[in-house]
């Protein structure tokens, strides 16, 4: 029987950064991948020989001493991830659909507070003290720096404050109040939902600096199976455990997996959805009141999809930007599934290198989209799904298309449209329960599902956890691997590679 230190189930960011964490720290690693290759939400695809994004398009934290810069030299892979910051005018803008008001706003959070003085004279007292808070809150946040992280933090009124009662003490004025909580989106919970806290840990990092990568989120995959091939870790895909026997002192002893397997293991970490890892462990060893909170975590949203190209345009030209369109200045509607108008849409533009070594301008447009709203076609397929649903997609598409030549009237002749995904898409192609685009929602007060679970040696880690989107994905299971690791060893092994 095979023997291991660690099982990580799930190859997306958060399992592939674990496992080469517990690798380089001289663990034997299982990593376990139910789809056919790893990389989750990082993977891309190709429509007519061009890269698309599925998940990842973006990301803050690569300013210098930025957490994401600090992990990826840490893992030993910041040489092959190569950020292309969006910034100077046009590459960050928010724009209010419905009173055609546009906000072009720069990039670092310096700019960013003048930029929005410029636009709101009247509200610079308000303006400060958002931004100050923000600051607050990272100084207070051990997690957002490598060399704390792992280390309990004070929690400060903000983390008990919803962004929306801090906004409405702030301000009257609706256009800032939904320009300061426009990240939400890269989210997926409500300004009423989540703590400002929440809120001002990943605004704040996109307010500072954002960036796209060199090849996307296949930098990611790639970096890791080259580092992989130097360290003791074996990949296994299509497989999943599908059971956990020999439980002793709280303990599980062998792992099945669904390719009849059984294998032993010191610990596993599950990096899944919540209710996903549930379903695999038994269900005696936990408490009935655990179930019920795990049970009524509630999932957030997905994205419908939209990826194309503008033929004939100039590359040099051409973003790296996004755009946020905003229907309606009130993200609690906008992020509401009883929304009934139109919802949020994102818009980035970005070059990208075709297989044939052309350069192509590229759109990707997603707007957040309700699993519910789709049940009536959730039994069904990729590829196998019946006519009105493909009616349904044809729908958005064209809305995503006039809004698109509503804000860039220069492509209206020479936009054309590749692919368009749907919440049912993800679900299939990533193993998300309903799509998610974040895992579960985070919202104010509620205790996620992180760390060591009742059963000794089976921990979480992953989007769910701690924060969602790459950065919070990744830190979560620094987290865990900091607890796998010893704190000591794990403090050694980051102050040497940091100095390095
Ligand atoms: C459309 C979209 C746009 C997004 N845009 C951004 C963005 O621009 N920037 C950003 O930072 N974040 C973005 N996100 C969110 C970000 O992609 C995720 O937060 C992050 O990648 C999650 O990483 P993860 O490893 O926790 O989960 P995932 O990437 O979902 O990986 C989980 C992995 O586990 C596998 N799996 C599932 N069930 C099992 C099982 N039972 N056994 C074994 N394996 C299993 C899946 O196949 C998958 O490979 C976006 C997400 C979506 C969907």
Known sequence: MKRYDHIVVGGG??????????????????????????????????????????GFHFTAGFSKGGILTDMLQVLGISEQIKPIFLSGPGSGVFVFEKDNLIYDVSSGTENFRLSLHKYFPQETLAIDTYIAKVKKVWQFTPSLDLRKIGVSG??????YLSLQQVLD????????????????????????????????????????????LQNGGEAFIQAFKNRFSQFNVEICCNTTISDCTEIENDCV???????????????????????????VLPRQYFKKAFLERVAAFET?????????????????????????????????????????????????????????GKKY???????????????????????????????????????????????????????????????????????????NAYGIKQKMGQFNLFGKLPLMNIYVAGQSAVLPGIVGAMVSSFIVGRNLIGKDTFSNFIEGALSN
């Open 300 to 356: 957030s949203y997905g994205f419908f999809c939209v990826s194309g190209i503008v033929e004939n345009v100039d590359p040099s030209n051409f973003g790296p930007s996004i755009a946020s369109l905003l229907p309606s200045t009130d993200l609690n509607d906008l992020l509401s599934p009883k929304l009934k108008q139109e919802t949020a849409l994102a818009i980035i533009r970005c070059v990208e290198t075709g297989k044939d």
């Open 169 to 212: 003490s702030l301000t009257t004025n609706n256009h800032l109040k939904g320009l300061l909580s426009a990240f939400c989106v890269c989210y997926g919970v409500s300004p009423k939902e989540t703590s400002f806290a929440n809120h001002a840990r990943i605004a704040g990092g996109l307010y500072e600096s954002v960036a796209r």
């Open 13 to 54: 960011i958060s399992g592939l950064t674990l496992t080469l964490l517990l690798a380089m720290n001289g663990k034997k690693v299982l990593l376990l991948e139910k789809g056919s290759h790893v990389g989750g939400s990082l993977t891309r695809f190709d429509k007519k020989n061009i890269p698309f994004d599925t």
């Open 361 to 435: 301008c590229t759109v990707n447009a997603f707007g957040p989209e309700f699993y519910p709203h789709l049940k009536q076609w959730a039994d069904s397929t990729v590829g196998k799904r019946p006519a009105d649903y493909y009616e349904y997609k044809a729908q958005r598409v064209q809305r995503v298309k006039e809004r698109f030549y509503t804000l860039y009237p220069q492509y209206q002749d020479n936009f054309k449209v590749l692919d368009a995904a749907s919440v049912l898409t993800f679900r299939d192609y990533l193993f998300s329960p309903e799509g």
């Open 154 to 159: 004070q929690a400060i009124d903000e983390d």
């Open 253 to 279: 002893g062998k792992f099945v997996l669904t390719n009849g397997e059984t294998i032993t293991s010191g610990d596993c970490t599950f990096t899944i959805h919540p209710q996903e890892i549930l379903k």
